[in-house]
């Protein structure tokens, strides 16, 4: 499996005790909706599967894992900070009116002020909101996704307009 085949949901973030179990926290919205019997972790550029034998979830985003032949904290140490995947087929289907900032990804971004910015490249959940970057002027640039700076979305010319506050590319453009 290569990763155009699959969806990132996740990371592993660290070991629990010696038996070999993991805590993977997630960063796709409905993890509760997965079907988790096989994680793809990305080692050294190549997406391993990794079987699970059994695993918790939890309401803060995380959940502990055992996986088939990692039975101790030596196997485990190694897959912390591996980026988790699942196969496309595994994505949960979404209600056709379900819109998600990261479906931004790949947007043409266009401010009322300054033009056309570029296509967004990127979309990342911060603790507070979501962020956008984009190749603007040879630099990437991160600007906030909320609804005060949100002008229109136009998902079917995959258009996103924008009023940016003054000044606020200018941190990036201007170092």
Do not use: C, W
């Amino acid at each position: 499996m290569t990763k155009d085949e699959s969806f990132y949901i996740g990371y592993i973030t660290k070991t629990k005790g010696l038996k070999g179990e993991v805590q993977l926290f997630f960063e796709f919205e409905d993890y509760q909706d997965l079907e988790l019997d096989v994680l793809f972790l990305e080692v050294n550029g190549k997406m391993v599967p990794f079987f699970i034998s059994s695993h918790k979830l939890y309401d803060n985003k995380t959940g502990l894992f055992y996986f088939e032949d990692v039975d101790h904290i030596d196997k485990a140490q190694p897959l912390v900070k591996k980026k988790a995947y699942l196969p496309l087929s595994k994505k949960p289907e979404r209600d056709e009116d379900e819109f998600f900032y990261t479906d931004l990804k790949g947007f043409i971004a266009i401010d009322e002020t300054l033009g056309e910015l570029g296509e967004i490249i990127e979309v990342n959940e911060y603790p507070q909101q979501f962020v956008a970057t984009v190749h603007y002027k040879n630099t990437d640039v991160l600007f906030p996704l909320n609804e005060d700076f949100i002008v229109e979305i136009d998902d079917e010319e995959n258009i996103l307009t924008l009023d940016l506050p003054e000044g606020l590319l200018d941190i990036y453009l201007n170092p």
